[in-house]
């Protein structure tokens, strides 16, 4: 057994600590590559009473841009409930409701293919006595393809750097 000095700290081996850094460091890319989660279940564009009951409408995604977006009724509803899309050069969508995951949510799916200004009319109850709900939304150009492939484009990076890692471990126990 070794005596050592009153106060002096064991410590790891150089190659330990150093070998802990290197995979915090090589491990850095993935925290970073990760692709944020898009569960936020859009934007709240009115709220209000409707069939003596409290609704709301709900788009999805946030901000909309050129192709499928989510229109969310969530309140009382009629079967017949539909959704009218007006883009300002006057191309017309139409969508009707279908049941959501709650039991007063009803979802619509909208492809919409121009970007602009479009203006939504929801009618809860069929043509019935209820006022429909009237709200503008902006849908922006679509995403570049480059931002939608940009984690397949790099995910390269980290398979790299672990083989490296393992490479240089191997070279440097021997």
Do not use: Q
């Not at 499928?68 to 959704?83: L, N």
């Not at 300002?88 to 995951?101: C, I, M, N, R, T």
């Not at 949510?105 to 709900?133: F, T, Y």
């Amino acid at each position: 057994m070794t005596h050592r000095p009153a106060g002096h700290l064991r410590t790891r081996p150089r190659g330990l600590r150093r070998s802990r850094w290197m995979s915090l460091l090589f491990t850095m890319p993935l925290w970073i590559a990760t692709v944020p989660a898009e569960a936020d279940g859009g934007v709240v564009v009115w709220t209000g009473l409707r069939l003596d009951r409290p609704s709301a409408v709900i788009v999805s995604p946030p901000a909309p841009r050129i192709g499928e977006i989510e229109i969310a009724w969530v309140g009382a509803r009629h079967p017949e409930a539909s959704v009218t899309a007006r883009h300002v050069d006057g191309l017309e969508l139409l969508a009707a409701f279908e049941p959501g995951l709650l039991a007063d949510e009803h979802r619509a799916l909208l492809d919409l293919g121009i970007p602009g200004a479009w203006s939504m009319r929801l009618d809860p109850d069929g043509e019935g006595p209820a006022a429909p709900v009237v709200f503008e939304l902006v849908v922006g150009d679509a995403i570049p393809p480059w931002r939608t492939m940009w984690p397949a484009i790099f995910a390269w990076v980290p398979l790299v750097a672990i083989g490296l890692a393992a490479a240089w471990r191997r070279t440097s126990t021997r």
